[in-house]
């Protein structure tokens, strides 16, 4: 089993920064492929972004490309999601996701999620 904790959301400008973290505990964290996903009240969970387990790859729909970084620290089992020129469209609840895939359509283990709320 590996337990994941998302933090960093909140409220921020359109135009802003946040920073999401997600830290995992139990089973070996620096073998799996992580990600991010989001869903916007009334919509269905949608990809965000993915990061191989050595960070060697990443992946991005295209909403988020050049606005969003994925990253990884395998020392501290964290992952992070950097957003950077926020628009009210991404405001939604973030899930970290742990052991996707090789499509990154199957996701193993789920966060319980943080909210990003993005005003105009």
């Known amino acids: 089993q590996v337990q994941l904790a998302e933090s960093g959301g909140g409220l921020v400008q359109a135009g802003g920064s946040l920073r999401l973290s997600c830290a995992a505990s139990?089973?070996?964290?620096?073998?799996?492929?992580m990600g991010w996903f989001r869903q916007a009240p009334g919509q269905e969970r949608e990809f965000v972004a993915a990061i191989s387990w050595n960070g060697g790859r990443t992946y991005y729909a295209d909403s988020v490309k050049g606005r969003f970084t994925i990253s990884r620290d395998n020392a501290k089992n964290t992952v992070y999601l950097q957003m950077n020129s926020v628009k009210p469209d991404d405001t939604a609840v973030y899930y970290c996701a742990a052991d996707l895939s090789p499509n990154l359509r199957v996701v193993q283990y789920w966060g319980q999620g943080t909210q990003v709320t993005v005003s105009s």
């Open positions: 139990g089973r070996t964290f620096s073998g799996y492929t």
